[in-house]
Each structure stands twice: as C-alpha cells, then as structure tokens.
C-alpha cells in the first residue's frame, strides 16, 4: 500500500483519483439555468430549481406516508401551497448535561428565542432538568386514534372541505404568538440531580443514550400537554444511517424500525414521524447555505471529542469517511432501514399483553424463540448455576482401573461383573 513520506525511487504512486464535476453545466430540471451546487454526481441544479426540489420533496413525504389530518390545528384549505396545520417549535436545553455553563445556556436561550419568535409559531424552550417533575404517565402509552390508512381517512378530509374556516393567517399569528412558552427555569435540585445521574455513568456511550431518552420524554410530555398527536423529528438519512448502525452494535435491533422508520406509534397518542428522512446532510447544509436560515450552534457531549469515545461517535466517523469514498454508502444504509418493520406474534384474547421497556417503551424481545441467541444464552447461564450448586457435576467419572484396585472388586452388577 501507498504511505506518507516513502520513497519510491522516482517512481510515483498510481492512484485512481475520482474526476470532481465542475460547476460549468446547465440545471438538470429546467436545463436553462446555470448550475450552483452539485448534489451528486450527475445532480445539478440552479437556484430556483433546487428550492423548489426540496420543498416539494418533503410535501412528498407527507403525502406519500399520509399520517398527518387536515383537522389537525389546520388552516385555511383556500390558501394554496401553506401549510394545512399549525406547527410548533420545540428546544430541549441540555446544557446541564453537557457541561455548558449558566451564561452560556442563557446567551443560546436568547438567540433562539429571537428566531422562534421571527417565525410567529408557537415555542417551548424546556430544560432538560424539568424531566425529573415529569408525572409517571409520561412511561405509559396513551390510547391512539384510528389508524389513518383505514377508509375513515377520506371521510375526515370531506368532513374538513365542507366545514367553513373563519380562522385565517392573521388570527393564527396573534393568537399563536400568546401562546409561546418558556420553561428554561429549573430547582437547584433538580440540577444537582441531573449532574449527580450523568456522573454515575462512566462512558459517553450511555451517557448519549440517556440524553436521547431524557429528551424523547420531554417531548413527548410538552406535547401531550399541549394537545399535539405528531411529533416532527428533524433526522436527515444521514443521521439514520449512523443511528441504524450504532443502536444495532447497542442491542436494539429489535427497535430498529421505530427508532429509524418514518413513523413511531409506540407512544400510542402522540406518534413520532420523521419528514426530514429523505434529505441528506449535504443537501440541509446547502438549503440553509443559500436561502440564509438562521442557525445557533450549541455544542454537545461528542463536541471536540475523539472518535473513538463512544459507540455513537465511532459510527458516525466510520460512515462518513467511508461516504467520502463510497457515496453510496449513506443511501444503500438508509434503503435497508426503510425495508424493517416491526412484526407482532399473534397473540390470543386470554394472553397476557406483551411487557414494555420503563424507559423506551418499546416491545421487549426477551420472549423469543428457542433457537434464538437470547435462548442459548439463558440456557448457558442457567447451567453455570447449576454446577455452581452441585460441585459434583464437574467430577470425572471413575475408571474400571482405579474401581478395582486394592485387591476389591465392583461386587454384582458393577463394571467387573459380567452381569453388568
């Protein structure tokens, strides 16, 4: 293999470079104007152009996948290509957590509030230290409508046409812009609680996978308080690749689909969807680029750290070097995950109702099949337990040799005995 600094005689290294596109080409939708940015190889686009792909990719996604109801905090239906629903904005301040300091957690707090506030939706700025007010029922599924595939779909959209809507934009930006809350207040001893339980745990691995969980029921809380049924994660493919790889290597195989599919009912009333799944990384960072969305950055638990100290981080690192040489990586990876699903053993009227984890309220899988893995080692670890109890399952058997000897035979029936 080629190295750094060798000395090769004169004679030079042949490596196949792979040929950069330039920028001299017209856009591959309108085939007039000049293109600005390359999303991928032979994906040119101009500036209007792309606008246009990436808005309607994600009103594609909505409509494609059909989860959200025009009921749902809708608008008015004769404003053409607006958003049929009231949306909120929600911000989990994880500084506690993350070791930032009160000045600079308030000085982020202030930037995004000025933003929040430009968009004239309503916005929850929550702390991560209020999850320890949290009410228990904030581990239990709430009761799910109807599922919005069934036939009782189009009749909701008939029913919402014919109502007359008297709300119109201004009224929604008034009346919206009263509802904005800011719970960045936190106890002192709710603060010491959250140091002393990030303290307690030794590697970043855990300590990233607690933040998720902390942050997913807080959301979930703020929404049910609030009266939303769906939840808009912001997950590009590119960071479902990485959370596919790395919740495997953390033994959720088993959750995959929900952690990483479009939509997550286990929650049962507020379902968790993902319209952002179908947008890569490159493509956010140039959409924000060049239409100037205002961005705060805050820095996280991996912020500055190396590759290698946690699970999650390796990962990342690992998918993308290998995109930079292979740039199918990410799309082959976030194709496998849109193919899982989440199969349910039928059960009778009289079984009992599968058991839940306290923390992801996910389906447990610890009752498997027997030829699982799960099974072998239960089963491994259930005989380790009985040797332990009786020493004397590990004693070799005797031979004839040592039975016989001193002149004394086995008697009737022993293993001298013809009778035996």
């Known amino acids: 293999m080629c190295q750094v600094e060798e000395d090769y005689n004169g004679l030079e290294c042949k490596q196949e470079k792979i040929p950069v596109p330039t920028l001299n080409r017209k ?13 991928r190889v032979n994906d040119s686009f101009c500036r209007s152009c792309f606008k246009e792909y990436f808005i309607h990719k994600f009103r594609a996604m909505l409509g494609k996948n059909r989860v959200i109801f025009l009921q749902e905090k809708g608008l008015s239906r004769e404003a053409p290509k607006k958003l049929r629903f009231v949306p909120g904005i929600i911000y989990i301040d994880d500084g506690g957590a993350c070791g930032r300091s009160a000045e600079e957690r308030q000085r982020s707090n202030a930037l ?8 004239g939706f309503t916005y929850f700025i929550v702390s991560l230290e209020q999850v320890f007010s949290l009410p228990t029922s904030v581990l239990v599924p709430g009761t799910s409508d109807p599922d919005p595939s069934n036939p009782s779909y189009k009749q909701a959209v008939d029913q919402y046409i014919k109502e007359k809507q008297t709300l119109t934009e201004e009224n929604v930006a008034s009346a919206v812009a009263q509802l904005s809350i800011e719970d960045s207040a936190y106890s002192p001893e709710h603060k010491l609680a959250l140091e002393r339980l990030f303290s307690s745990m030794k590697t970043l691995t855990a300590k990233e996978d607690m933040l998720q969980t902390l942050r997913s029921h807080l959301i979930l809380h703020i929404a049910r308080e609030n009266g939303y049924s769906k939840v808009m994660m912001g997950d590009s493919c590119s960071r479902l690749a990485v959370k ?12 995959l689909a929900s952690d990483t599919g479009f939509s997550d009912p286990r929650y049962g009333d507020v379902v968790i969807v993902r319209p952002m799944r179908d947008y890569s990384s490159k493509e956010i960072a140039f959409y924000s680029r060049m239409f100037n969305v205002p961005s705060v950055f805050i820095s996280g638990l991996d912020t500055q750290t190396h590759d290698k100290t946690s699970i999650q981080r390796l990962t990342e690192s690992f998918v993308t070097n290998l995109q930079s040489d292979f740039p199918s990586t990410v799309s082959t990876i976030y194709r496998t995950s849109e193919k899982l699903h989440t199969v349910m053993p039928p059960q009778s009227q009289t079984a009992e109702p599968a058991s839940k984890c306290l923390l992801c309220l996910c389906t447990l899988d610890t009752k498997v099949d027997k030829a699982s893995a799960f099974h072998a080692t239960l089963v491994s670890e259930q005989l380790s337990q009985i040797k332990l109890q009786d020493p ?3 004693a070799p058997a005797q ?3 040592q039975c016989c000897t001193e002149g004394q035979g086995c008697g009737p029936g022993g293993c001298c005995s013809s009778n035996r």
Not at 27 to 35: D, I, L, R, S, V
Not at 112 to 119: D, G, N, P, R
Not at 244 to 255: E, F, K, P, Q, T
Request: proline share 0%; glycine share 8%; charged share 20%.
């Open 27 to 39: 856009c591959m939708k309108c085939k007039e104007g000049t293109a600005v940015l390359i999303i």
């Open 392 to 394: 004397s399952l590990d």
């Open 399 to 401: 031979s004839a040799e």
């Open 112 to 119: 995004l509030k000025s933003i929040f506030t430009e968009t």
């Open 244 to 255: 596919l790889l790395s919740n495997i290597a953390l033994g959720r195989g088993a959750a």
